[in-house]
């Protein structure tokens, strides 16, 4: 045997600090816009870096020593992107807290994370006052904008300018350990509490080159990105720090997450990729609509976060130019683990059938499905199983709570169930505690709810299973039909007869004024669920 060769390649360690010095340095001029309601306040690359120098030795005079977590309970704004990349670059740990929680979970997370300094908003800090007896591990909040601050109790409170303005911008970022805590972000499940899932710099780091290839979003310095979702929904999937990493400009909205200021938004600063849950895009479909807007600067609209109506994809094209992409993730998957630009085998009349689909296996993500039973289940489009998933942006574990439930030899279970084709399409039919069970055979709730939101009568559906004396679960279909529409149970399983097997037809119809959302903007089913079990719902039986 020949002597073994060792690689003379370099191990440099795969920091936020060297996304944020390659930022700051080569796209020192790239933009932060930050909408205010009627304009934008901008920040430069290079003037955000330095802000974000300055906001770590402002955070390590208040204490914050590497290791130490730092929450931010912020909208998508510049200070909250300085905050992504001055914490974890200093060796702190980044918990953003979702704004959206009820309060006894937004108390359990700041005290499990153990934060011990939040920054917060002045919008939101009523929000946050909430709590402030319940989370003793507070030790300072850093305030941006203006608010009364005295329902904070005791705990010291510094104007985030003021910490900026008194700290020094010369910075020499810590050689820490890429495998380290970076970030972290707590799942929105909803039931139980929510679980912390820990991102490294080394996951980041990689989990950024990935998405910004052209597979995934192919971003580049001519890119604006309007990032829509919150940055505390798994990092708002990752488009700050690989956005950073390209050079991308940045569209921040703040706190204006409505259609009619993202349209505006939108025609005004032109970003190139926006990204939100598809309810948002839905909203905005509908001003749209009737109030047309310049929406073409959009090149690609990465959509994902719960399933994508092929619907509403078909219209933003057909009536608007614009390409919605349909992306798969987790938080537990830093978030991007499948995207689904068609193959290029496909022929212009295959493109809808592929980008339908939940989204092609992501490089450097490996996918399995699994069977019931625990075999594994082969990729021909047919087999059903869950989705499991191992890699280096993949968690491994929950802060402070193993779940062994949650994993199997190495994979992360992920609970949402699929068929995979050969090529590495997943579609999913069902997150697995929203499978309906009806006389032993299982019926997709994504697939009758797609089915029904192409009616253009339907503005929103959500279909759950309901206990059933005959087939033990069958599909109970809530919809919201759109402004002055009619339809009937009757009409819609007529539009659905077509679409879908006849034994799937939901008997039971409830027509509701809206769908209930969780806190990140996905149909809530087990509020729905609870609701017919109390019998709040009108329920119209075919
Ligand atoms: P979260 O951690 O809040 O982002 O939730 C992750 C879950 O959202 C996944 O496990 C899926 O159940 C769901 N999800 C994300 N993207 C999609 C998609 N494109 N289609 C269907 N479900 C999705």
């Known amino acids: 045997m020949s002597d073994p060769v060792q690689s003379t390649m370099q191990d440099a360690p795969l920091l936020i600090s060297a996304i944020l010095k390659h930022g700051a340095t080569v796209y020192a001029d790239s933009r932060v816009l930050t909408f205010d309601g009627e304009g934008v306040q901008e920040g430069t690359y290079g003037e955000v870096a330095e802000r974000a120098a300055r906001l770590a030795n402002g955070l390590a005079s ?76 507070v030790e300072h909040y850093v305030l941006i904008g203006d608010a009364d601050t005295s329902v904070l109790g005791d705990v010291p409170v510094t104007r985030y300018e003021e910490l900026l303005a008194g700290a020094s911008a010369d910075i020499e970022w810590p050689d820490v350990d890429e495998r380290s805590a970076a970030a972290m972000c707590y799942t929105s499940g909803t039931t139980g509490n929510p679980k912390g899932v820990v991102y490294s710099h080394r996951s980041t ?166 069977g019931d039973d625990g075999s594994v289940l082969p990729w021909d489009g047919q087999a059903v199983g869950e989705i499991q998933v191992r890699g280096p942006w993949i968690t491994g574990s929950y802060h402070l709570d193993p779940d062994p439930e949650k994993f199997m030899d190495g994979w992360l279970r992920t609970g949402d169930v699929a068929t995979v084709e050969p ?56 919809v919201v039909l759109r402004p002055d529409a009619q339809a009937t149970p009757d009409e819609l399983c007529d539009y659905l007869s077509d679409k879908v097997a006849r034994w799937w037809l939901p008997e039971r119809w409830t027509f509701i004024e809206s769908v209930p959302k969780t806190s990140v903007g996905k149909f809530d089913k087990k509020v729905l669920r609870k609701q017919y079990a109390d019998d709040e719902l009108e329920v119209v039986q075919r």
Request: net charge negative.
């Open 423 to 478: 090529n590495g399409f997943i579609q999913i039919t069902d997150r697995s505690k929203d499978v309906i069970k009806s006389g032993g055979e299982w019926i997709s709730s994504v697939e009758l709810e797609n089915a029904l939101m192409g009616h253009p009568s339907v503005f929103e559906a959500a279909v759950v299973a309901v206990p059933d004396e005959r087939w033990d679960e069958r599909p109970l279909a809530c």
């Open 205 to 370: 780091y990689v989990h950024s080159l990935a998405e910004a290839t052209g597979n995934a979003f192919g971003l580049s310095e001519t890119d604006r990105i309007l990032a829509v979702v919150p940055m505390f929904h798994a990092n708002a999937w990752g488009l700050p720090y690989a956005g950073w990493f390209a050079g991308c400009d940045f569209l921040m909205p703040g706190r204006f997450l409505q259609a009619e200021p993202l349209a505006r938004m939108i025609e005004t600063w032109k970003p190139t990729i926006a990204g939100a849950v598809p309810t948002i895009w839905n909203d905005l479909l509908h001003h749209v609509d009737q109030n047309p807007t310049d929406l073409s600067s959009l090149r690609v609209v990465p959509c994902g976060g719960a399933a994508v109506p092929l619907s509403l994809m078909q219209a933003f094209e057909e009536r608007h130019g614009i390409r919605i992409v349909q992306a798969w993730g987790m938080t537990e998957t830093s978030p991007l683990a499948a995207v689904a630009h068609p193959p290029k085998s496909a022929g212009p009349d295959e493109q809808w059938r592929w980008r339908a689909k939940t989204g092609r296996v992501s490089g450097g993500v490996e996918l399995r499905i699994v």
């Open 62 to 137: 208040l204490g914050v020593e590497p290791g130490d977590r730092v929450g931010t309970f912020l909208w998508n704004t510049q200070e909250h992107l300085e905050a992504y990349l001055a914490v974890p670059a200093m060796g702190a740990v980044l918990h953003t807290l979702n704004l959206r929680l009820f309060p006894e979970q937004l108390a359990y997370v700041i005290d499990h994370a153990q934060d011990k300094v939040v920054i917060v908003d002045g919008t939101v800090l009523p929000l946050l006052a909430r709590v402030a007896d319940q989370i003793p591990t």
